[in-house]
């Protein structure tokens, strides 16, 4: 997480807004605070509490995601469907990066590209649901909404809605942010030392040959250009992380959206790289109203049922001057709706010629549940689509510059299939997630490994 290099061109500050302009606006998947003083007291607290991120950090994020548009960067972005409180623990979340820093070596390696890395972590503790409340032996409490919200468990205490919780998550957040931090800088990253990265039941991977060559193929060219110049190459050492999460509690992002000396605007300080998902994408909604004023780079999941005048239009709201590396667009519209749903609006983009980075989500329309009604992913389909989007992409002419994945450094068993054909009788063993399936290690490692031959870059044997 290094400070920027180089300043932004300004651009013209947002018309009629502030960080809580959005109130004024119809803001779906929010909870019903019973307790407004305490709601307003939680705020309160929160607005004096300091930020997570800087606006320098927040700025070269929005660089390298301008050169990702130009096809100069390949996007990153993984972790939890959703954090929990307890998960906030030292061997998760070094594992969880760990994976991120063996995929995004995979990638670089592959694609001979240098990536952006970009956790869905230390702040991705708010779900949007189906429904407002949920029916057990006749008992109607609220839906679980994430932890930043209340909890999971089927009680009327755990179920009411907290704003207390929002102190705790910005307390679980930084702790998070500061661990993964001191990893960096103390050279975890350090591709002189990928051992670091090695995760206990790797070895028993069935991809862990093919990693390990790639690894060593690394390791001797560092060593190689070292030997060269007679210098150690010291920038391999470490490499920038940023953060990032769904902003849908819209009270705790108002509350961490700040001004900083020397700079005009507003900035979201809870995270480098808020998005809007799909059900709060709505041009009309406060979601997009908070969003548009924000100086963050900002992203949007983007599904199969858009159609491409309401895409222009909400381009045309989130980025009207077209900056660069302002906006990316997630699409997740499933391996079955990803052919017919994508190209149109991939032709529209192009014909307007706006600047956006395409990013495929290909976890989000590949979900199912199994006859038992246990939520699950195939490992093809979640593959098969992110194949569709490359080729779809190249079709159009347009590129596809990145991924947007749910997965953990955990060995559990929540999506099917991989290099170790998971199955359904599989998931009872090891299903953690309280929400979404996770692909787990080896599916992550596999995923990247898969990614790289289909660029038709990797010269080792997968
Ligand atoms: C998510 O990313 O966890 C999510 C809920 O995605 P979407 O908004 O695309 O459904
Ligand atoms: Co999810």
Redesign the pocket.
């Known amino acids: 997480m290094s400070a920027a290099e180089t300043r932004p061109e300004p651009v013209r500050e947002p018309e009629n807004w502030s960080p809580t302009s959005w109130q004024s606006f119809p803001a779906l998947q929010q909870p019903t605070y019973r307790d407004t003083a305490a709601l307003d007291a939680a705020k309160e607290e929160l607005a004096r509490l300091p930020p997570l991120v800087t606006s320098w950090e927040i700025f070269e994020l929005k660089r390298q995601l301008a050169e990702a548009q130009e096809g100069k960067r390949f996007l990153l972005q993984g972790g939890d469907?959703?954090e929990n409180f307890s998960d906030c623990e030292s061997s998760i979340i070094s594992n969880r990066l760990k994976v991120l820093l063996q995929m995004s070596v995979a990638l670089v390696y592959g694609l001979r590209l240098p990536v952006i890395r970009v956790g869905?972590f230390a702040g991705?503790y708010a779900?949007?649901r189906s429904a407002d409340t949920e029916t057990r032996d006749g008992l109607t409490l609220p839906c679980y909404r994430g932890e930043l919200v209340n909890g999971s468990e089927f009680t009327e205490a755990t179920r009411e809605p907290d704003p207390r919780r929002m102190i705790k998550a910005h307390a679980r957040s930084a702790m998070t942010m500061n661990f993964v931090r001191a990893l960096i800088e103390g050279g975890f990253a350090d591709l002189h030392h990928p051992e670091y990265w090695d995760l206990e039941w790797m070895r028993h991977s069935p991809r862990a040959a093919d990693y390990q060559h790639m690894i060593s193929a690394i390791g001797n060219s560092v060593r190689f250009m070292e030997t060269l110049s007679g210098t150690r190459i010291h920038n391999v050492n470490r490499v920038d992380f940023f953060t990032s999460h769904?902003a849908l509690l819209l009270p705790y992002e108002e509350c961490l959206t700040r001004q900083v000396p020397r700079q005009w605007g507003w900035f979201n300080l809870s995270t480098h790289f808020p998005?809007?998902?799909?059900?709060?994408?709505n041009l009309d909604g406060a979601h997009v109203e908070y969003m548009r004023g924000l100086r963050n780079p900002i992203a949007v999941?983007v599904?199969a049922s858009v159609t491409p005048d309401d895409l222009i239009r909400l381009i045309d709201r989130l980025n009207p001057e077209d900056e660069p590396g302002r906006l990316t667009l997630?699409h997740?519209m499933g391996r079955a709706g990803i052919a017919k749903g994508l190209p149109p609006l991939l032709e529209a983009v192009k014909r307007e010629g706006r600047r956006v980075l395409w990013v495929a989500?290909p976890?989000?329309?590949n979900t199912e549940s199994t006859a038992t009604g246990v939520k699950t992913r195939r490992f093809e389909n979640v593959f098969g689509e992110l194949e569709l989007a490359f080729d779809l992409h190249a079709a159009v002419g347009t590129r596809l510059g990145g991924v947007?994945l749910?997965l953990t450094g955990e060995n559990v068993t929540e999506c099917m299939g991989g290099a170790r054909d998971l199955t359904e009788t599989d998931l009872a063993r090891a299903y953690r997630s309280a929400?979404?399936p996770r692909l787990n290690y080896e599916q992550s490692l596999e995923l990247a490994m898969l990614i790289v031959r289909k660029r038709g870059a990797l010269p080792v044997s997968i």
Request: charged share 35%.
């Open positions: 469907c959703a869905r991705q779900k949007p769904e998005w809007i998902g799909l059900r709060t994408a999941k599904g997630i997740r989500d976890m989000h329309g947007h749910e929400v979404d």
